[in-house]
């Protein structure tokens, strides 16, 4: 029976879906570890490339031996809200609004809500999908985004 490795640390990183690159934020991320920068920009983009465009969180666990593992998690809430309501998603800046409650730069159905709380669930703190969307829905408004029926 082969011995189980053990995890050395984390690594958390937002990255566009199939086009990773030694570059920000990749490359320095894994350099400062010692963990092949090539290899795993091969490997995620292969495993990424059906998600091509969107920006995904992926966890990378390092082990004491320089190898390492990847799970790819669903988009942040906040790109998929950005995506719903029609604003650019990729953008950091100048897509939310400067005073949420009281300005809007955007909308979203409440069906809108709960497909992005299906998707994200697995990721969320959340006992269902009901629970998720009120989560979504907070963060939509923090956002400047606007709930409506729907």
Do not use: H, W
Request: charged share 20%; hydrophobic share 40%; net charge positive.
């Amino acid at each position: 029976m082969a011995a189980k490795k053990k995890a050395q640390g984390f690594i958390k990183l937002q990255v566009s879906a199939g086009e990773a690159t030694p570059a920000r934020p990749v490359g320095p991320a894994l350099g400062v570890r010692g963990l092949n920068i090539g290899s795993f920009c091969k490997d995620f983009n292969a495993a990424t490339q059906d998600l091509k465009g969107q920006i995904v969180t992926v966890v990378i666990t390092y082990y004491s031996d320089k190898s390492f593992s990847f799970e790819v998690k669903a988009p942040p809430v906040s790109f998929m809200l950005k995506e719903a309501a029609g604003l650019d998603a990729k953008s950091n800046d100048g897509t939310g609004s400067k005073t949420p409650g009281r300005s809007f730069v955007g909308q979203v159905t409440r069906s809108q809500l709960m497909e992005i709380a299906l998707k994200k669930l697995k990721d969320m703190n959340a006992y269902d999908a009901d629970g998720a969307a009120c989560m979504l829905e907070g963060t939509a408004r923090s956002m400047g985004i606007k709930v409506v029926a729907g």
